[in-house]
């Protein structure tokens, strides 16, 4: 079946089953790689994009219900609020160490920052907490969260 989509704000078309999960529509078929696959379960948070501003997990979200909705990927991170200033504080305090998990705790914290411009340690960690780390950078990430709440 084919669906249309929304992602980056371009057109799009995939011709795949309802079921085939946004993740693999938008890495193997658009050839948008940034985002990532971690545990196909929405446990890690490596697929996070946005779905209508709204953190979701691409590996658990079926195109079909994606629907009219406005995707967002790590490429277009810079165009949505607080995402090039979140950019630049994960670059400033060196945040990743290996990668892996980063696009999504990226859009995580994009999804945070819109919420919460001003987020507490709390809030931060609330919102964090599904993305998981395997280095560990769990503090450094916090810091450049508060480093990009600042500068908004």
Same mark, same amino acid.
């Given at each position: 079946?084919?669906?249309?989509l929304?992602v980056n704000?371009?057109?799009?078309?995939?011709?795949?089953d309802?079921?085939?999960?946004?993740l693999w529509?938008i890495?193997?078929v658009l050839?948008?790689?940034?985002?990532?696959?971690?545990c196909?379960?929405a446990? %890690?948070?490596? =697929?996070?994009?946005?779905?209508?501003?709204? #953190? +979701?997990?691409?590996?658990v979200?079926?195109i079909?219900?994606v629907?009219?909705?406005?995707v967002?990927?790590?490429?277009?991170l810079?165009?949505?609020?607080?995402?090039?200033a979140?950019?630049?504080?994960?670059?400033?305090?060196?945040?990743?160490? %290996?990668g892996? =998990?980063?696009?999504?705790?990226?859009?995580s #914290? +994009?999804a945070?920052?819109?919420?919460?411009?001003?987020p507490t340690?709390?809030d931060i960690?609330?919102?964090?907490?599904?993305?998981v780390?395997?280095?560990?950078t769990?503090?450094?990430?916090?810091?450049a969260?508060k480093?990009?709440s600042?500068s908004?």
């Amino acid at each position: 079946m084919t669906f249309s989509l929304q992602v980056n704000g371009r057109s799009y078309t995939a011709d795949v089953d309802g079921d085939t999960p946004l993740l693999w529509v938008i890495r193997d078929v658009l050839g948008m790689t940034g985002t990532k696959f971690g545990c196909g379960q929405a446990l %890690c948070g490596a =697929c996070t994009v946005h779905v209508d501003g709204v #953190a +979701a997990r691409s590996c658990v979200t079926s195109i079909e219900s994606v629907g009219e909705s406005q995707v967002t990927t790590i490429e277009a991170l810079h165009t949505v609020a607080h995402g090039k200033a979140l950019q630049d504080a994960w670059t400033e305090l060196e945040v990743p160490q %290996c990668g892996y =998990c980063q696009s999504g705790q990226l859009m995580s #914290a +994009a999804a945070l920052l819109n919420e919460t411009p001003k987020p507490t340690d709390d809030d931060i960690d609330n919102a964090m907490s599904g993305n998981v780390c395997r280095c560990g950078t769990y503090q450094r990430v916090r810091a450049a969260i508060k480093r990009a709440s600042a500068s908004a």
